[in-house]
């Protein structure tokens, strides 16, 4: 197989729901001298999926000690930070990836849960209700690379349940639904 076949080869396993099988493909491909940047981010993504943060989080480095700009290296660098509970590491992290891209509605909705766990409720409503604009695929994309992981968002949860918690009062009743949905799945 070329470089570019067992790219594919990775690319595909990852996409058809194998991130651990994927994972020996991208280094292969790596070895083979496949572009640093999309190999890494890549196979961080699959590390990620497969629940293994520290191999996902030095792939992510690596891309940015390569492309100092990256947004999706600091989103997902973001992602593993907000699942390991390190939400001002979250923050900073999601925050560059929105400064490079206004339209990744999982990267507010992300910074948004960052935000409410450090108790910055006005700084997390505007992030919540900024990916409630953005479509439900991409969101349910971040959903899932949490996995069973999501009691991290307790502070979120508790201000979004009952009649009188703090989001219900400033949030539309389809508002509030979407972001426990997003939460709870």
Not at 5 to 28: M, R
Not at 60 to 69: A, M, S, T, Y
Not at 91 to 113: K, M, P, Q, V, Y
Request: hydrophobic letters at 40%; a negative charge.
């Amino acid at each position: 197989m070329t470089s570019n076949e067992i790219l594919l080869k990775a690319k595909t396993l990852f996409a058809t729901g194998h991130p651990a099988e994927s994972i020996d493909f991208f280094t292969k491909a790596e070895e083979q001298g496949c572009n640093p940047v999309t190999t890494y981010l890549s196979r961080g993504a699959a590390y990620l999926t497969a629940g293994e943060l520290d191999k996902s989080l030095d792939d992510f480095n690596r891309v940015l000690e390569i492309d100092v700009d990256n947004e999706r290296a600091f989103y997902y660098r973001g992602i593993i930070h907000l699942r390991k509970g390190d939400f001002n590491k979250a923050l900073a992290d999601l925050s560059t990836s929105i400064t490079f891209n206004h339209e990744r509605g999982a990267a507010f909705l992300a910074r948004g849960f960052a935000y409410a766990e450090l108790d910055r409720l006005d700084e997390s409503l505007r992030d919540l209700k900024t990916a409630i604009a953005f479509s439900n695929k991409e969101v349910v994309g971040f959903a899932n690379l949490f996995g069973e992981n999501r009691t991290l968002f307790g502070k979120s949860m508790a201000l979004l349940e009952g009649e009188r918690g703090p989001w219900s009062i400033v949030m539309n009743e389809d508002e509030v639904n979407k972001l426990k949905r997003w939460i709870e799945n």
